[in-house]
Nanobody
Framework: QVQLVESGGGLVQPGGSLRLSCGVS????????MGWYRQAPGKERELVAR???????NYAESVKGRFTISRDNGKNTTYLQMNSLKPEDTAVYYC????????????????WGQGTQVTVSS
């Protein structure tokens, strides 16, 4: 069993910053991908940022230059630093990881966190 614990959401004014964290625990052999998605009311869930084990990253166009994803492999944790926040960044942010639970290509599974609310408003 794999558990994800997210933290760091909240209310911030436009132009402000927040840092989200997502810690992974449980039966983990290796974490391949770590990423953040978001879902605003009435909209579909969308990818915000993703980082793979090689530290290669990709971002949604709307957050490039403002958000930075990173990972601490020793702590099985990923972070999303969000700067210059805009009202349109308001959403529930979900952590997503791709995990090998043992040394086998058949043992790859993705997991979701419970979500953390980010509200950007004056």
């Amino acid at each position: 069993q794999v558990q994800l614990v997210e933290s760091g959401g909240g209310l911030v004014q436009p132009g402000g910053s927040l840092r989200l964290s997502c810690g992974v625990s449980g039966t983990v052999f290796s974490i391949y991908t770590m990423g953040w998605y978001r879902q605003a009311p009435g909209k579909e869930r969308e990818l915000v940022a993703r980082i793979v084990k090689s530290d290669s990253t990709n971002y949604a166009e709307s957050v490039k230059g403002r958000f930075t994803i990173s990972r601490d492999n020793g702590k099985n944790t990923t972070y999303l630093q969000m700067n210059s926040l805009k009202p349109e960044d308001t959403a529930v942010y979900y952590c997503n990881v791709g995990v090998y639970t043992r040394y086998s290509p058949d043992a790859y599974t993705t997991y979701w966190g419970q979500g953390t609310q980010v509200t950007v408003s004056s």
